[in-house]
T-cell receptor, first 114, second 116 residues
């Protein structure tokens, strides 16, 4: 099956610990994205990558880091510097280029930090 | 800069009645517009998009949306609502002048509740 997988579905961490969320796609998409979803605020862009070995900050990148070493994978690390990390995290991918295409989303990871 | 507004946090409709979920946008160039649906604790599913051409766009599950350039709107519609349509709906936009970031900007979402 083609699609985007995110793991784990639920993640619990203690405050002060870094945690890495996995995102893998087998759609052969060049572009990948990380969003954060909070109740009543819609989706906010954390980081995005249009091509392997390149990524850019989105609107709320502080306290997060990413890597894009392979086309299929775009892991997100939530660091201890992120002040309010508890949220639902969504990964997405799309074809790159000037012609627009819809983004395809993974099932999400719900992170709870206590 | 690009932005999206979904003015209603929640829309309630009876099963079998028509439904409308509102969306307005702001872009510097021309818009690419999208609607997504989200069920509880799930990712977003693509419903439909407007790129160019006919103002009325048909999508998945019987949904359609009408692009209105003069009113900068892209309202989602369905002629006859089902209880299973109850979910969170997001409108998203990308500015055609955005040749750098090429990311979508999402509205805050509208919860659709269809009563049996």
């Amino acid at each position: 099956d083609g699609g985007i997988t995110q793991s784990p579905k639920y993640l619990f961490r203690k405050e002060g610990q870094n945690v890495t969320l996995s995102c893998e796609q087998n759609l052969n998409h060049d572009a990948m994205y990380w969003y954060r979803q909070d109740p009543g605020q819609g989706l906010r862009l954390i980081y995005y990558s249009q091509i392997v070995n390149d990524f850019q900050k989105g609107d709320i990148a502080e306290g997060y880091s990413v890597s894009r070493e392979k086309k299929e994978s775009f892991p997100l690390t939530v660091t201890s510097a992120q002040k309010n990390p508890t949220a639902f995290y969504l990964c997405a991918s799309s074809t790159a280029g000037l012609a627009t295409h819809e983004q395809y989303f993974g099932p999400g990871t719900r992170l709870t930090v206590t | 800069a690009q932005s999206v507004a979904q003015p209603e946090d929640q829309v309630n409709v009876a099963e079998g009645n028509p439904l409308t979920v509102k969306c307005t946008y702001s872009v510097s160039g021309n818009p690419y517009l999208f609607w997504y649906v989200q069920y509880p604790n799930r990712g977003l599913q693509f419903l439909l998009k407007y790129i160019t051409g006919d103002n009325l766009v048909k999508g998945s599950y019987g949904f359609e949306a009408e692009f209105n350039k003069s009113q900068t709107s892209f309202h989602l519609k369905k002629p006859s609502a089902l209880v299973s349509d109850s979910a969170l709906y997001f409108c998203a936009v990308r500015d055609t002048l955005d040749t750098g970031r090429r990311a979508l900007t999402f509205g805050s979402g509208t919860r659709l509740q269809v009563q049996p």
